[in-house]
DNA sequence: TTGACAAGCAACCATTTGGTTGCCTATTAT
DNA sequence: ATAATAGGCAACCAAATGGTTGCTTGTCAA
């Protein structure tokens, strides 16, 4: 989980999952075009992904695909926003009391 | 956003945050007891998780009450998740046709 | 078969990050 | 008044991060 939340934190590997929702199985060089980073930085990004398992990849021939996995991203979702959406009203009521409770 | 999801990659700070989700409305001192960190550190955590505005702070005589403030995750759930939430079985679909044309 | 193309490996670099220590300020209680 | 308590500030440090360049390997097409 700690490593999905790490692989996310990065704006241009949040990009790189974007663009393979987009359309799913590119090949790096296609992940890589129009990006202002060279291609070994493309690299590690989605090695990172990889390791973190939102990202999977077939070998076919000499191109590598890159294909979405949905189940950590889900995850998080469920197991963490979840239990943080229980509570939230309250949470919030208890913001807002704070505030009115400073502006006496 | 980005600032959320930075905010959210370290594990200390999203134990800060269990902690607040638990019992809102703790002290600086009170959220460092049983942690293997300095105040400092703790001060330096949760002045990202309010930058990021993940927690709000009023100020109580010397003592500074900390508040969870749950919009922020609400919209990472809303705004990011949801987004990947859509498509997420044609991706598993994909996603199991390549591992079945690998393994012929 | 040989050149072009897709990707991998490795060393290096600057900046950011997560943490520390030491000292200072502000508020409260005795 | 003064000691104790809650927190703030700043300098410093090692390790991780995000990126680069240069070179190598593997595969396909002419």
């Given at each position: 989980?700690?490593?999905?939340?790490?692989?996310?934190?990065?704006?241009?590997?949040?990009?790189?999952?974007?663009?393979?929702?987009?359309?799913?199985?590119?090949?790096?060089?296609e992940?890589?075009?129009?990006?202002?980073?060279?291609?070994?930085?493309?690299?590690?990004?989605?090695?990172?992904?990889?390791?973190?398992?939102?990202?999977?990849?077939?070998?076919?021939?000499?191109?590598?695909?890159?294909?979405?996995?949905?189940?950590?991203?889900?995850?998080?979702?469920?197991?963490?926003?979840?239990?943080?959406?229980?509570?939230?009203?309250?949470?919030?009521?208890?913001?807002?009391?704070q505030?009115?409770?400073?502006?006496?």
């Amino acid at each position: 989980m700690n490593e999905v939340f790490k692989a996310l934190a990065d704006a241009s590997r949040r990009s790189l999952l974007d663009r393979l929702h987009a359309r799913n199985g590119q090949t790096l060089n296609e992940l890589c075009e129009g990006l202002e980073m060279t291609r070994q930085a493309v690299t590690k990004h989605l090695a990172i992904l990889e390791a973190a398992n939102l990202v999977t990849t077939f070998r076919h021939g000499r191109e590598k695909l890159h294909y979405l996995n949905p189940v950590p991203i889900h995850q998080i979702g469920e197991r963490w926003i979840r239990k943080f959406e229980r509570g939230r009203l309250a949470a919030l009521g208890e913001l807002k009391r704070q505030l009115e409770k400073r502006d006496e």
